[in-house]
């Protein structure tokens, strides 16, 4: 008979009852292993989950404790399963008496025996449920378990291991699958749902079998009623609630980061980095946002940090995890080496600004220069001639910052990099001039800590994104003073159409052929950095940083808080003058070759600059010319087309398309020569 297994192991506990050999027998037990394999989980500086892992058999098994499981939950768990819980001894005499009885007046099992204890025992050992070799093993163990643990305990493992459905395993689980929240606060039609769940776990899954789960979860509110838990009224509203429809997916933010993290420390159960969830999620849908309209092969990265401390507050590693979409989402571009265009530019004056080689109100000359075969361009291909260092730095010229950083040394520039804590990688091994315009590999997360170093007035900390790491010791890259600098500099520059003028400090950037797009800002708090390109390093046709890369970090930081943290006022040594007021060497920038340049006085060709490209619409050039004894001769190619000109600035002709070079020679003999390309 079905009842016959409860008959005998309420023999068997009589059995055992009247022999001194119990507790012998009770201590002898071999208990199961208590310490099953839970979920490795990553959490933010809050404890937020962030993402998890299920366990080498595919479950959801999630660690819980008793304080972070709903008090009324608990409450109506004990009432519907096992009423005298915190009384007995692991096995309930009253309980399996009143089971057998039923049985045999039934003629069938109408109520089990087991208690909460033995039902922990059943799910350590996986034993079955009604043969009587498993139940008296159940006994055994339930009744060891109770001499060796707390009551709340074993509690604790049942939350952690009871059965809620497919492969959730603990209340955790099973709450953030079927109600997408923590068990710490719930209904009660939350709670009576869980109780009954565990009891047949597939048959009343409510996404498959909707009714029996709500039957199942309406006799656990008419116990919680009997039993005093829950008023009429209160049982009433809960069977008003509909029964989950859907399981909902485990949540997985910041999955980039999360994955680095476990393959840092796997033998971790719990991860606790520095990010904020809730500004993670934020970025992560900004991230999504971002992208329409782009490409279908355009990823996109973020960076967050709070650069007084050193912590990250949010990573974005692409704009979805998918590792089939064409995004290649899977690759975090958080950490990939890649060109890093005229980012770097601030780092070269601020080296050169504490070198004494230049000052934000310097002049400087943005013209053709040749070092070797090396010849720089600007972006665009003009050339704006004399101009104050602040605006070369602002406009982002190319041949200025080639020019510092020949006075610098690539090798400095590289020095300066990894004393803030990067680590640069050149193609080839030795750094020359390019690497002022992005002739580097650097990453997202490198650009973001060498930036941090403006704000924190020229003093570099290394990033650090999990809590327990130690805060590194601060390194200087440049002075005080020098760092103001820029970032009054990098305050200055516009910002991108339909952003509000605040003052962010930026610096956007481009890498040659398009292949990456930047821009890294910074406020009196945070520091931040998105990228956004292919993570193939294919070009993205007609992509710029100011344009698409921008716009994204101004609403980054937005997000990060209403209002831009001023930045701090400049220090008692910065000299605040305009150019006139500078030291004499400082007023305009000459390189070390000077002494063999001309005189600021001798004769020039002032227009076209040399090695410029003029377009050839016209049959005839202006040639403007500074310095120098009247009358002028100018030779074109070597053959003079003008004779004793007493003018300044005259329209000389062309001989056509092609190479030029025009010579003038005043009446003293002295001579200047420029050569231009005709387009």
Do not use: C
Not at 286 to 295: S, Y
Request: hydrophobic letters at 45%; glycine letters at 10%.
């Amino acid at each position: 008979m079905r009842f016959a297994p409860f008959v005998l192991v309420a023999a068997l506990l009589l059995a055992a009852a009247t022999r001194d050999g119990v507790d012998r027998w009770v201590a002898e037990t071999e208990l199961p292993d208590l310490l099953i394999d839970t979920s490795v989980e990553v959490v933010d500086r809050d404890g937020k989950l962030l993402r998890a892992y299920t366990v080498d058999d595919g479950l959801w098994r999630m660690g819980s404790g008793l304080e972070a499981v709903d008090p009324g939950y608990i409450d109506m768990l004990v009432a519907y399963e096992d009423g005298r819980f915190w009384s007995h001894a692991g096995v309930d005499p009253w309980a399996v008496v009143r089971a057998v009885g039923q049985a045999v007046w039934h003629g069938e099992v109408i109520s089990g025996g087991s208690t909460l204890t033995m039902q922990v025992a059943r799910l350590l050992e996986d034993s079955g449920t009604g043969a009587w070799q498993g139940k008296l093993r159940q006994v055994r163990v339930a009744l060891a378990l109770e001499k060796a643990l707390s009551k709340e305990e074993i509690l604790a493992l049942y939350l952690s291991h009871a059965p809620f459905g497919g492969n959730l395993e603990g209340v955790r689980a099973a709450t953030l699958a079927w109600f997408g929240k923590e068990p710490y606060r719930l209904t009660p039609a939350q709670s009576a749902l869980l109780v009954a769940l565990p009891q047949s776990p597939n048959g009343r899954r409510p996404d498959r079998h909707p009714k029996a789960a709500a039957e199942a979860r309406e006799r656990v509110l008419q116990r919680a009623v009997i039993a005093g838990i829950l008023t009429k009224d209160a049982a009433s509203a809960a069977r008003t609630t509909s029964v989950p429809n859907q399981r909902r997916a485990f949540q997985s933010f910041a999955p980039h980061m999360a994955d680095r993290a476990v393959a840092q420390r796997p033998e971790a159960v719990v991860h606790h980095v520095t990010l904020s969830r809730d500004l993670q999620i934020s970025l992560e849908a900004l991230a999504a946002k971002a992208l329409r309209g782009l490409e279908d092969r355009v990823s996109i990265a973020m960076v967050v940090a709070d650069h007084y401390s050193g912590e990250i507050l949010a990573s974005v590693g692409s704009a979805g995890f998918s590792g089939g979409d064409h995004r290649q989402g899977f690759v975090d571009m958080t950490q990939a080496k890649r060109s890093p265009g005229s980012t770097l530019k601030p780092l070269v004056y601020g080296l050169s600004f504490d070198q004494g080689l230049a000052h934000p109100e310097t002049l400087i000359t943005d013209a053709p220069v040749r070092f070797g075969t090396y010849a720089p361009q600007n972006f665009d291909g003009r050339f704006r001639g004399e101009l104050r260092v602040r605006e070369a730095l602002a406009q982002s010229l190319n041949l200025p910052v080639v020019l510092l950083t020949d006075e610098i040394g690539p090798a400095n520039l590289m020095a300066a990099m990894r004393k803030a804590g990067a680590a640069p990688e050149v193609p080839g091994g030795v750094a020359g001039l390019a690497v002022a315009l992005g002739g580097v590999g650097l990453s997202l997360e490198e650009l973001v800590q060498l930036y941090a170093v403006i704000p924190q007035g020229g003093l570099a900390q290394k990033l650090r994104w999990r809590l327990d790491e130690e805060t590194s010791i601060k390194q200087r890259v440049m002075s005080r003073s020098a760092a103001w600098h820029l970032g009054d500099i990098l305050s200055g520059i516009a910002p991108p159409k339909g952003a509000a003028r605040n003052g962010l400090a930026y610096k956007t950037g481009t890498s040659y052929g398009h292949r990456d797009t930047w821009a890294i800002g910074f406020d009196g708090q945070h520091v931040a950095g998105v990228w956004i390109g292919r993570p193939d390093g294919t070009p993205v046709p007609g992509a710029f940083g100011a344009e698409i890369a921008a716009p994204v970090l101004f609403e980054v930081f937005q997000r990060i808080a209403p209002e831009l943290t001023p930045l701090g006022p400049p220090p008692p040594e910065t000299l605040i003058v305009s150019t006139g007021q500078l030291p004499a060497p400082l007023r305009k920038f000459r390189g070390r070759n000077a002494l063999f340049e001309k005189s600021e006085d001798a004769l020039a060709v002032a227009f076209p600059p040399d090695g410029a490209t003029l377009e050839g619409g016209n049959s005839e050039v202006i040639l403007k010319v500074k310095n120098g004894a009247l009358p002028f001769t100018v030779l074109a190619n070597g053959a003079p087309i003008v004779q004793q000109s007493r003018l300044r600035e005259m329209a000389v002709p062309l001989a056509g398309k092609g190479s030029a070079t025009v010579t003038v020679i005043d009446a003293k003999g002295a001579s200047d020569r420029v050569t231009f390309w005709v387009d």
